[in-house]
């Protein structure tokens, strides 16, 4: 079998550099500001020329309603952008005319009444942004944001929810829906802020499950996350009637926007506005009559914006039925009024930015980074961003050591390393036996600690061990030997449940 190999050499960079904060409280003192430079330091061309439109027409599919499932699956306030790019999300399908009532939005709401947040009660979403945060509907927030509760709103089970409002979305078989997710992720899995995770192969199985209900005539699903690739390669049927795109291929990260330290983003704020792949589809969205834009013409627009820079970005990717691409995106958000009288979409070209990118593995660095940078020499505040940076850092060398370890002890020292790395050709699934990854993953979470959202960058060695023939009891013994004992570390705590 053919297979391709992946090094993820900047993340490590970084993880080195940022090490050496360590060794003196005063950061500026050990690296300047000039001095430390993540790999999306580097201003991007992102002024993107649109191709020509069909003529807009009147035979767009009204007929049937417009659902949609916003989903933000993280929460604390260094993941603020999960949050934004859902609240934006709401906002924009409000405009185009989507009714609460067919809205249904996740989100942990931690977010705006932060003790972080500069300004409390407000979220925004863009540097120049105003306000998204106000009118959205607390559907399920808090505890209730879970994989049950998502696909029991999904499959229009409400007596299957538990908390939340009980909104589902009760579809019917001439009604387009259409979901947005916006998380961290990893190979086969994006996150939630509860546990456990939602794996592909559950993805699948519920899509096909709302398929084979008669409830939609199309499904259209926008995906960010590390690796989101990974949820529908070689994994999402034909004949579905579905159409998804990632915000990176299967074995690539994702990457987080207006961030701070760029000249541009308010000085207030220490964590990442938006991501990438998100920011982009929006301000697409909101600078276009939809009734003139094909999903094909947005797909291709936001592919050129992600991944338009050397240095930093993302191959967004296409999945399942690719005849709905050539329907018109107003069919799934609405379109604002406001933009009826634009007849081609080459008046609208979204300007160029040279805001700073960073890997949505690292967001979460920078941000301690920056309270640490930040709080006054000799406070309680410095004392406790330096705790909290430690613990950041002393969880990612857990894992990264852990599993290296782990793979040579099953694989042998030589092999060990090559064998996390594998990457099986384009179109085949991630994993052969998925009831099995999920075994060996939480048989790891038993001896190791949690894996966290960090912790997802490694599942790609998890299924690499899973597709080589390791059982559960093989790796409970690996484990056991690789972590005598969990850390004791807030990130590596099972006090909240296996991700499994």
Same mark, same amino acid.
């Not at 709401?90 to 939005?105: A, F, M, P, S």
């Not at 634009?342 to 160029?352: A, E, R, W």
């Given at each position: 079998?053919?297979?391709?190999?992946?090094?993820?050499?900047?993340?490590?960079?970084?993880?080195?550099?940022?090490?050496?904060?360590?060794?003196?409280?005063?950061?500026?003192?050990?690296?300047?500001?000039?001095?430390?430079?993540?790999?999306?330091?580097?201003?991007?061309?992102?002024?993107?020329?649109?191709?020509?439109?069909?003529?807009?027409?009147?035979?767009?599919?009204?007929?049937?309603?417009?659902?949609?499932?916003?989903?933000?699956?993280?929460?604390?306030?260094?993941?603020?952008?999960?949050?934004?790019?859902?609240?934006?999300?709401?906002?924009?399908?409000?405009?185009?005319?989507?009714?609460?009532?067919?809205?249904?939005?996740?989100?942990?709401?931690?977010?705006?009444?932060?003790?972080?947040?500069?300004?409390?009660?407000?979220?925004?979403?863009?540097?120049?942004?105003?306000?998204?945060?106000?009118?959205?509907?607390?559907?399920?927030?808090?505890?209730?944001?879970?994989?049950?509760?998502?696909?029991?709103?999904?499959?229009?089970?409400?007596?299957?929810?538990?908390?939340?409002?009980?909104?589902?979305?009760?579809?019917?078989?001439?009604?387009?829906?259409?979901?947005?997710?916006?998380?961290?992720?990893?190979?086969?899995?994006?996150?939630?802020?509860?546990?456990?995770?939602?794996?592909?192969?559950?993805?699948?199985?519920?899509?096909?499950?709302?398929?084979?209900?008669?409830?939609?005539?199309?499904?259209?699903?926008?995906?960010?996350?590390?690796?989101?690739?990974?949820?529908?390669?070689?994994?999402?049927?034909?004949?579905?009637?579905?159409?998804?795109?990632?915000?990176?291929?299967?074995?690539?990260?994702?990457?987080?926007?207006?961030?701070?330290?760029?000249?541009?983003?308010?000085?207030?704020?220490?964590?990442?506005?938006?991501?990438?792949?998100?920011?982009?589809?929006?301000?697409?969205? /909101?600078?276009?009559?939809?009734?003139? %834009?094909?999903? $094909?013409?947005?797909? *291709?627009?936001?592919?050129? &914006?992600?991944?338009? !820079?050397?240095?930093?970005?993302?191959?967004?990717?296409?999945?399942?039925?690719?005849?709905?691409?050539?329907?018109?995106?107003?069919?799934?958000?609405?379109?604002?009024?406001?933009?009826?009288?634009?007849?081609?979409?080459?008046?609208?070209?979204?300007?160029?930015?040279?805001?700073?990118?960073?890997?949505?593995?690292?967001?979460?660095?920078?941000?301690?980074?920056?309270?640490?940078?930040?709080?006054? /020499?000799?406070?309680?505040?410095?004392? %406790?961003?330096? $705790?909290?940076?430690? *613990?950041?850092?002393?969880? &990612?060398?857990?894992? !990264?050591?852990?599993?290296?370890?782990?793979?040579?002890?099953?694989?042998?020292?030589?092999?060990?390393?090559?064998?996390?790395?594998?990457?099986?050709?384009?179109?085949?699934?991630?994993?052969?036996?998925?009831?099995?990854?999920?075994?060996?993953?939480?048989?790891?979470?038993?001896?190791?600690?949690?894996?966290?959202?960090?912790?997802?960058?490694?599942?790609?060695?998890?299924?690499?061990?899973?597709?080589?023939?390791?059982?559960?009891?093989?790796?409970?013994?690996?484990?056991?030997?690789?972590?005598?004992?969990?850390?004791?570390?807030?990130?590596?705590?099972?006090?909240?449940?296996?991700?499994?």
């Amino acid at each position: 079998m053919m297979v391709r190999y992946y090094t993820v050499g900047a993340p490590l960079v970084i993880l080195l550099l940022l090490l050496s904060l360590l060794v003196n409280s005063n950061s500026r003192e050990i690296i300047g500001d000039d001095l430390i430079k993540l790999p999306s330091d580097h201003n991007s061309i992102l002024e993107i020329g649109f191709p020509k439109s069909n003529d807009i027409d009147d035979d767009d599919d009204t007929i049937g309603t417009k659902w949609a499932v916003l989903i933000a699956g993280s929460n604390g306030y260094w993941n603020y952008r999960h949050q934004a790019d859902v609240c934006h999300a709401y906002q924009l399908l409000k405009r185009g005319g989507v009714k609460d009532e067919n809205i249904i939005v996740f989100m942990y709401d931690d977010i705006a009444y932060n003790e972080e947040n500069p300004r409390p009660g407000v979220v925004i979403n863009n540097p120049f942004g105003t306000d998204v945060y106000a009118g959205v509907p607390k559907d399920y927030t808090g505890e209730d944001v879970t994989v049950d509760n998502f696909f029991a709103v999904l499959l229009g089970n409400k007596t299957a929810t538990t908390g939340g409002s009980g909104k589902v979305v009760d579809s019917g078989p001439n009604d387009h829906i259409f979901i947005f997710y916006s998380d961290h992720g990893g190979s086969g899995v994006i996150g939630m802020p509860t546990y456990p995770y939602l794996y592909a192969d559950d993805l699948i199985d519920t899509l096909q499950k709302k398929h084979a209900l008669g409830a939609y005539k199309s499904l259209v699903f926008y995906l960010e996350s590390c690796e989101s690739g990974s949820m529908f390669e070689g994994i999402l049927p034909d004949g579905l009637n579905i159409y998804a795109t990632t915000a990176s291929n299967a074995w690539e990260s994702s990457w987080g926007t207006y961030c701070p330290g760029e000249d541009h983003v308010p000085p207030e704020f220490d964590t990442c506005l938006g991501d990438l792949y998100s920011v982009s589809w929006m301000e697409d969205s /909101e600078k276009r009559n939809l009734r003139a %834009e094909t999903l $094909k013409q947005q797909y *291709e627009l936001v592919k050129k &914006r992600t991944g338009s !820079d050397m240095f930093y970005g993302s191959n967004v990717m296409g999945y399942g039925d690719a005849d709905l691409n050539k329907e018109k995106v107003y069919v799934y958000i609405g379109t604002n009024p406001a933009n009826d009288n634009i007849t081609g979409v080459d008046n609208n070209i979204l300007p160029s930015s040279s805001f700073v990118a960073v890997n949505q593995r690292d967001a979460d660095l920078l941000h301690f980074w920056h309270k640490l940078r930040k709080a006054p /020499e000799g406070s309680s505040r410095k004392v %406790e961003a330096q $705790k909290k940076f430690s *613990e950041a850092i002393s969880h &990612r060398v857990h894992l !990264d050591d852990s599993i290296e370890l782990i793979a040579k002890l099953l694989f042998g020292i030589e092999k060990g390393s090559e064998m996390l790395h594998i990457v099986r050709p384009a179109g085949e699934p991630l994993v052969d036996d998925w009831k099995r990854l999920k075994a060996l993953v939480r048989t790891f979470e038993v001896h190791c600690g949690s894996l966290s959202q960090y912790g997802m960058k490694h599942m790609r060695s998890f299924a690499n061990i899973c597709n080589a023939g390791i059982t559960p009891e093989k790796m409970a013994i690996a484990s056991e030997e690789a972590c005598p004992s969990i850390p004791a570390n807030p990130w590596s705590s099972l006090h909240r449940g296996f991700s499994a």
